[in-house]
């Protein structure tokens, strides 16, 4: 399962906004240095879905706001 990031690094609070079944906007306080803001933005991600920060693997965009990660397991709680 695929799943479009769109995270915002340096914001004032954490939040996570569902835009879609598969797409998500996430505002992060970590800087986006040293990919800070994308292992928040993950673990921000795990904690909605309910699932391990290890299951969710970034394939995608590394160094920009726009990015793709799989899913590994497939069972997820809502």
């Keep these: 399962m695929f ?3 769109k995270v915002h690094p340096d914001s ?3 939040k996570l906004v569902k835009k879609a ?9 970590s800087p986006p240095s040293r990919g800070l803001a ?8 795990s904690l909605a879905l ?7 693997m970034l394939i995608k ?9 799989k899913i590994i397991c497939p ?3 809502k």
């Design 21 to 29: 079944p598969d797409a998500y906007e996430i505002w992060t306080k």
């Design 50 to 56: 309910g699932i391990e920060a290890k299951k969710i």
């Design 38 to 45: 994308n292992a928040s933005a993950i673990r921000q991600l």
């Design 12 to 14: 004032r609070r954490d």
């Design 3 to 5: 799943i479009k990031l």
């Design 61 to 69: 965009g590394a160094a920009s706001p726009a990015k793709i990660v």
């Design 75 to 77: 069972e997820i709680k």
